[in-house]
Structures are given as structure tokens and as C-alpha cells.
């Protein structure tokens, strides 16, 4: 007897990064297909909306550090 279960196969969100399912809008920062579709912001009161801005920001910040952007090529100069 063989039962296949489907785990729900969960993409990264681009955005923030939480395990979203694909072809869904991520509820967690609301973004779909790089645009923000929900403003998932609204909803929060300000103490919670500045954590979540935090967490979004926080984690494009590393998204772009981990470009190989040139600390030689500017020291170079
Ligand atoms: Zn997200």
C-alpha cells in the first residue's frame, strides 16, 4: 500500500524571504511576482508595521550585499 502524501511544495518569497507557496501572494510582506499586491503594512498598527518594514529592508540589504560589488574596484582607485 503506498500513500503518497503532497507536501505543499513552498517556494522562497524574493522578497522577504519567508517559504511562501507558489503562485500565491506571500501574506507575509504581500509582495507576488516582484509587486506588491496586498499592503499588508495597512493592517498593522505602527509598532508592527515598523518591525515588518525592518524585516522586508533587512533582508534586501543582505540580497544586495551579497552582489560581488567591487570593494577591490573602488579601493583600486
Ligand atoms: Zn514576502
Redesign the pocket.
Known sequence: MHIHVKAPVLTK??????P?LPHVV?L????YKGAEVIDVLKKLDRKERKKKEKE?EGKEEKETAKKPLSWEGLSKK
Not at 13 to 18: A, I, L, N, T, V
Not at 28 to 31: A, E, K, R, V
Request: charged residues 15%.
Open positions: 518569497c524574493p522578497k522577504c524571504g519567508k511562501v506571500c507575509n510582506c504581500g509582495y522586508i
